[in-house]
């Protein structure tokens, strides 16, 4: 059996406007946060063990007459051992496994092809939802850390003219069972020692995949918590080794500072000028460079956590001398020491006019943030020959 959400506070559409800040664009204005045509017909994603409320978990084992701390035992399984499949659960009668798991942990993302690069330390997964959209993922292990890139929507309505991902349109919000299945997935991975490298633990997650996450806050929060709480609670990823990244979503940015989490703050800002940022990142005419900025120092002042800005580097557009100067400038108006800037080369999408930086471009680039005295690191353009792009590989099999 499995249960459905209808009356559930899941948020499955994009218009969380409250929460997010992010109102309805229509189909003719800056945001295509408009919902796909078949909306209805896709329904919401069947309600995983993650999304229920402690008393919702009740209610459901209730109807199954489980005593409640089969609950716990369910959680236990999920969290601390990856597990969704109850044949395994040998402290479970076995009468109750083929229910609880129907109940508890229907199958809600499905792989449908994963490329690897980086000598097997880089593994990117599209995958399927129960409604046919699809999402990716990417693991990637290093020296010291693996990280799990994770999407939280299918799509994105920021519309970003030069992104793969911008290009999709925004089709809905992903649930928080959606969010978290990719974790649970990606951290059994690495435990089994199924990518390079050997067995090992994931360690960080960043919100870079698919999506605006401000955009589906409330979905995206609950996985948050449940991915740093320890178990039976959740995967005991410490909540300092979660990055939340935004295109600029003010309001949302306000909000995260509220929540007292640890979690690294990334911020989009790809240039420097208000002028330049309207035409690369619509949503600068909503939320400005100097609000974003604004909102972003706010949170480095309440969080203690220096606060990532991102700046995908584009040649002869954002990619100038004028513009780290114009960058660095911004950013100490407000102090030292505050942000970390991770210049990202473009990995251009096919038939696009925004391309890759020169090599000399992007050097030049770095040292007029480091002589001004701006921590800044060229991101590793991890599974760059395989797609890598923000959204391509789902793009590409859409
Ligand atoms: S760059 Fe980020 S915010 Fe902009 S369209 Fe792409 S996924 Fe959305």
Known sequence: MTISNDDMAQDTVPHDAASSGITPGGTTGAFRDVLAKDHARRGKPPLHLVDMSAEQRGEAAQRLNLQPFRVKQLANHYFAHYDTDTEHFSDFPADMRSRASSAFFPPLISEVTRQTADEGTTVKTLWELFDGARIESVLMRYPKRTTLCISSQVGCGMGCPFCATGQLGLTRNMSTGEILEQVRIAAKATRDGDIAGGPGRLSNVVFMGMGEP?????????????????????????????????????????????EGLPVRLAVSLHAPTDALRDELVPMNKRFNTTKVLDAAHAYYLSSKRRVSIEYALMRGINDQAEHARELAKRLNHYGDDWAHVNPIPLNPIEGSRWTASKPEDERQFLDILHRAGIAATLRDTRGSDIDGACGQLAAKHQ
């Open 214 to 258: 401000m955009g589906n806050y409330r979905s995206v929060m609950a996985a948050v918590r449940q991915m740093s709480a320890l178990p039976p609670e959740g995967f005991g990823i410490s909540a300092r080794n979660i990055t939340v990244s935004t295109v600029g979503v003010v309001p949302g940015i306000n909000k995260l500072a509220k």
